[in-house]
C-alpha cells in the first residue's frame, strides 16, 4: 500500500497546471493532496471524506509556510493534525496556518475537512518565506492559535471591521522567536507597518467561481499592491483594527501586508473578504437584496422623482410637495430611529406621513404668502445636502481630520448652505438644476432597493454618520459608475416662476366686481346659467317645425 501511495503522489505531481502552471484541480476521492508552493489548486471537499494536504520539496533557505484556503460562505477546517485543537487548528471560509519549519525539514502536512452536508468548492496555496520576512500574525495575544495569520471579519448594516495579530520579525530555523513586547527600538517588532488593501468584486455578481478567480489576486504581495487599493497604513503603535462602510450585495476583499522598513521585506496575511449580507438567510439574503416595505416606499418616491426631473419646473407646487417630503422625511427618519426602538417598517410608514405633512405644509405655505426666496431656500438646501454628500463622498471624505464629527458636519453644513447661497441670483437655474438632480437620484435610490447601485451610498453614507456614533472611523471607498437641458430648453421665453396663486384669486375677483367692460362680469348666474343649457338639451328631442306661411288656395 505504500508503495501504491508514492506511485499515485507521482502521478498528481506530473500533473500540468490549467491557467498557466498557476492552478490545478483536484478531488478528493484520493484521501490526499498535493501541493507546490506559490501554485493556487481547486478542489472540492465533502463531509465525509476529510483530506491530507501535502507539500514536498520544500527549499532550504524557507523559514516558514503559510498555508490558506478559501470558500465563498461555508466553512472548512484547516488543522496540523487529525485531532482538532483550538491553537493548532482554523474554522471558516477564509482561513490560513503558518508553519513554523524545523531544520532540515523538507516536507509539510494539513488537514483539511468540512461539516457542511453539501459539498464545498473551494482553493488553496501555500506560500513560502525566508528568515528576513515578518511573520503575520507572530505576536498574537488575541486569538486562539500561537501564530494567527487570519484576518477577522464582522460586518454589521453600518461598517465592516477587520482585525488582525501583530507581526513578528523574521527569524532562521531553529533560532528562537525575537521578543514581542521587551523593547520599542529599530531591533523589535515596532519597527514594522502594515497596509491596508481593499478590493471590489465585479459589482452584481455573487458567483462562486468570480470570486475564487479574483481572490488569486489578494493572495501574494506583487499582486495585491498591483491590483488593489492601500487605504491606509498603520505603525507597531496604532490598534490593528480598520473599519470600512458595510456593503450590501458588493463582494468585498481585504489584505493587509506587514512591511520590514529596515530589510526592505514584506509579506501578506491571509485575505477575508465579505458581502455584508447572509447567502443563508430566509429575508434579505445576497441574492434578494431589501425588504418589501423598502421596495414600496423608494419605487413611489422615484415615480414621483421622475415627474420632477422632467416636469417639476412647470409643475410648481408638485416639486415643492416634492421637496418637503424630502426635507421632513430625512429629519424625521433620524431623530425616530436614535430616539425610539419602534421596528424599521413602522419608521417608514411614520417618515412617509411625516413627509407628507412637510410636503403639504410647503406648499400652502407658498399657496397662501407666496415667499418665493423662502421656498428656494428648500429647494437650494436640498441640492445642497446632495452636493456635500458628493464631496464626502469621493476621497476627500477618508481625510482623517474628517474622522471628527465637529469638523465633518461644520464643513458639510457650510457646503450645503453655499449653494443656494451662490444661486440666489439666478433662482430659475436653481430650481431645474435642482429639479434634474434630485429627481433622477431618486430614481437611483430605487433601483438600490431591487439590486446593488453604489450610488446609493451618496446619502446612505451620510444618514449612516447621523445614525451611528462610531461610524466616523469607517473608510467609505465605494466601486464607482450622467437630464436637465431638456427642462432649461423647454421653459424658454417662459416666465421665471408661476405667479403667487392666492394673489391672482384675489385680483381675478376684484376685477369681476369692478370692470363692467369685462365680458366675465355679464355672466348670468349659475341657476340661469343651468336652466339656459336644459332648455338646449330639450329642442334636441323637439320635431323641426316646417318653415314659411301657409294659406287655402283660392280658386
Not at 81 to 86: E, G, K, R, V
Not at 90 to 106: A, C, H, M, W, Y
Not at 115 to 141: F, H, K, M
Given at each position: 500500500?505504500?508503495?501504491?501511495?508514492?506511485?499515485?503522489?507521482?502521478?498528481?505531481?506530473?500533473?500540468?497546471?490549467?491557467?498557466?502552471?498557476?492552478?490545478?484541480?483536484?478531488?478528493?476521492?484520493?484521501?490526499?493532496?498535493?501541493?507546490?508552493?506559490?501554485?493556487?489548486?481547486?478542489?472540492?471537499?465533502?463531509?465525509?471524506?476529510?483530506?491530507?494536504?501535502?507539500?514536498?520539496?520544500?527549499?532550504?533557505?524557507?523559514?516558514?509556510?503559510?498555508f490558506q484556503i478559501h470558500s465563498q460562505y461555508r466553512?472548512?477546517?484547516?488543522?496540523?493534525?487529525?485531532?482538532?485543537?483550538?491553537?493548532t487548528s482554523?474554522?471558516?471560509?477564509?482561513?490560513?496556518?503558518?508553519?513554523?519549519?524545523?531544520?532540515?525539514?523538507?516536507m509539510c502536512t494539513w488537514y483539511?475537512?468540512?461539516?457542511?452536508?453539501?459539498?464545498?468548492?473551494?482553493?488553496?496555496?501555500?506560500?513560502?518565506?525566508?528568515?528576513?520576512?515578518?511573520?503575520?500574525?507572530?505576536?498574537?495575544?488575541?486569538?486562539d492559535l500561537d501564530i494567527d495569520p487570519n484576518i477577522y471579519l464582522e460586518y454589521n448594516f453600518f461598517e465592516t471591521t477587520i482585525e488582525f495579530?501583530?507581526?513578528?520579525?523574521?527569524?532562521?530555523?531553529?533560532?528562537?522567536?525575537?521578543?514581542?513586547?521587551v523593547g520599542?527600538?529599530?531591533?523589535?517588532?515596532?519597527?514594522?507597518?502594515?497596509?491596508?488593501?481593499?478590493?471590489?468584486?465585479?459589482?452584481?455578481?455573487?458567483?462562486?467561481?468570480?470570486?475564487?478567480?479574483?481572490?488569486?489576486?489578494?493572495v501574494q504581495v506583487p499582486e495585491v499592491k498591483a491590483n488593489a487599493v492601500k487605504l491606509v497604513t498603520l505603525t507597531a503603535d496604532d490598534k490593528t483594527r480598520v473599519s470600512f462602510s458595510s456593503l450590501r450585495g458588493q463582494g468585498v476583499i481585504y489584505n493587509v501586508i506587514v512591511r520590514d522598513p529596515f530589510l526592505n521585506t514584506s509579506?501578506?496575511?491571509?485575505?477575508?473578504?465579505?458581502?455584508?449580507?447572509?447567502?443563508?438567510?430566509?429575508?434579505?439574503?445576497?441574492?434578494?437584496?431589501?425588504?418589501?416595505?423598502?421596495?414600496?416606499?423608494?419605487?413611489?418616491?422615484?415615480?414621483?422623482?421622475?415627474?420632477?426631473?422632467?416636469?417639476?419646473?412647470?409643475?410648481?407646487?408638485?416639486?415643492?410637495?416634492?421637496?418637503?417630503?424630502?426635507?421632513?422625511?430625512?429629519?424625521?427618519?433620524?431623530?425616530?430611529?436614535?430616539l425610539t426602538p419602534v421596528k424599521y417598517d413602522v419608521r417608514l410608514i411614520l417618515t412617509a406621513v411625516a413627509g407628507t405633512i412637510g410636503g403639504i405644509f410647503l406648499v400652502a405655505t407658498w399657496w397662501r404668502f407666496g415667499v418665493l426666496p423662502l421656498c428656494m431656500l428648500c429647494v437650494g438646501l436640498v441640492l445642497g445636502f446632495l452636493t456635500a454628500s458628493v464631496t464626502f463622498f469621493t476621497p476627500l471624505g477618508n481625510i482623517k481630520v474628517f474622522r471628527d464629527d465637529g469638523v465633518f458636519w461644520v464643513t458639510f453644513s457650510c457646503i450645503a448652505v453655499l449653494i443656494p447661497v451662490v444661486f440666489m441670483g439666478c433662482l430659475r437655474i436653481l430650481n431645474i438644476l435642482s429639479c434634474g438632480i434630485i429627481g433622477s437620484y431618486a430614481v437611483v435610490l430605487a433601483i438600490d432597493s431591487y439590486m446593488y447601485t453604489s450610488l446609493s451610498y451618496i446619502t446612505l453614507n451620510v444618514l449612516r454618520r447621523a445614525l451611528h456614533t462610531d461610524f466616523h472611523r469607517a473608510f467609505t471607498?465605494?466601486?464607482?459608475?450622467?437630464?436637465?437641458?431638456?427642462?432649461?430648453?423647454?421653459?424658454?421665453?417662459?416666465p421665471f416662476f408661476p405667479p403667487h396663486p392666492y394673489k391672482m384669486w384675489k385680483q381675478e375677483r376684484e376685477r369681476r366686481v369692478t370692470n363692467i367692460l369685462d365680458p366675465s362680469y355679464h355672466i348670468p348666474p349659475l341657476r340661469e346659467r343651468l336652466y339656459g343649457r336644459l332648455t338646449q338639451i330639450k329642442e334636441l328631442f323637439q320635431e323641426e317645425q316646417p318653415a314659411g306661411e301657409r294659406t287655402p288656395l283660392l280658386l
Open positions: 500500500m505504500g508503495l501504491l501511495r508514492l506511485l499515485v503522489l507521482a502521478v498528481l505531481a506530473s500533473e500540468r497546471s490549467t491557467a498557466g502552471g498557476a492552478e490545478t484541480v483536484g478531488n478528493s476521492s484520493q484521501g490526499f493532496l498535493e501541493f507546490s508552493v506559490g501554485k493556487f489548486r481547486y478542489f472540492e471537499l465533502n463531509r465525509l471524506f476529510p483530506e491530507e494536504a501535502i507539500l514536498r520539496h520544500i527549499s532550504s533557505n524557507v523559514t516558514f509556510l503559510i466553512n472548512t477546517t484547516l488543522s496540523f493534525s487529525q485531532t482538532l485543537l483550538p491553537n482554523g474554522t471558516g471560509n477564509d482561513k490560513g496556518l503558518v508553519f513554523i519549519l524545523r531544520p532540515e525539514q523538507s483539511l475537512e468540512t461539516t457542511d452536508a453539501e459539498p464545498v468548492q473551494n482553493v488553496a496555496i501555500p506560500l513560502s518565506y525566508s528568515e528576513r520576512d515578518p511573520i503575520p500574525g507572530g505576536c498574537n495575544l488575541e486569538f495579530a501583530p507581526a513578528n520579525l523574521g527569524y532562521a530555523r531553529g533560532a528562537d522567536p525575537p521578543p514581542c513586547d520599542t527600538g529599530r531591533d523589535f517588532r515596532w519597527r514594522l507597518q502594515y497596509d491596508v488593501y481593499q478590493y471590489f468584486l465585479p459589482e452584481n455578481d455573487l458567483t462562486e467561481d468570480v470570486l475564487l478567480q479574483h481572490m488569486q489576486r489578494m509579506a501578506a496575511y491571509v485575505p477575508a473578504h465579505t458581502y455584508a449580507c447572509s447567502f443563508e438567510a430566509v429575508e434579505g439574503n445576497c441574492a434578494s437584496l431589501g425588504r418589501v416595505s423598502t421596495k414600496v416606499f423608494f419605487t413611489l418616491f422615484a415615480m414621483l422623482g421622475l415627474f420632477i426631473c422632467f416636469f417639476g419646473h412647470r409643475f410648481w407646487k408638485t416639486e415643492l410637495f416634492f421637496i418637503g417630503f424630502i426635507f421632513m422625511g430625512f429629519f424625521f427618519y433620524i431623530l425616530v430611529t436614535r471607498n465605494v466601486p464607482f459608475q450622467n437630464n436637465i437641458t431638456l427642462q432649461i430648453r423647454r421653459e424658454r421665453g417662459r
